[in-house]
């Protein structure tokens, strides 16, 4: 079994920036894509960002020119530096990974999730 350990998140002002990591505790063939997902409550979960192990990233439309992932294949982990934050950022973050992470129903692994809030 894979587990995916997340870290970054907090408290920030509009404006500001966070960055978030994702270290999955080995590597496996089950894993091609990483990104991450957020979810306010009473919403579904929604993708923010993906990146597959060839280099194809995918960004929400919302987050397009803010944030920016990246991957170290060597060390199994994807990073999500946010900027220019806003309010409506405010979510719980969850690190996602597997195969394909189009969808949540694909993810096959899941982190536990990191609260970010924006204040304005």
């Known amino acids: 079994q894979v587990q995916l350990e997340e870290s970054g998140g907090g408290l920030v002002q509009a404006g500001g920036s966070l960055r978030l990591s994702c270290a999955a505790s080995?590597?496996?063939?089950?894993?091609?894509?990483m990104g991450w997902y957020r979810q306010v409550p009473g919403k579904q979960r929604e993708l923010v960002a993906a990146?597959?192990?060839?280099?194809?990233?995918n960004y929400a439309d919302s987050v397009k020119g803010r944030f920016t992932i990246s991957r170290d294949n060597a060390k199994n982990t994807v990073y999500l530096q946010m900027n220019s934050l806003k309010p409506e950022d405010t979510a719980i973050y969850y690190c996602?990974?597997?195969?394909?992470?189009?969808?949540?129903?694909?993810?096959?692994?899941w982190g536990q999730g990191t609260q970010v809030t924006v204040s304005s």
């Open positions: 996602a990974a597997g195969i394909t992470i189009a969808q949540p129903a694909s993810v096959r692994y």
């Open positions: 080995r590597s496996a063939l089950t894993i091609n894509a």
């Open positions: 990146n597959t192990r060839g280099g194809s990233t």
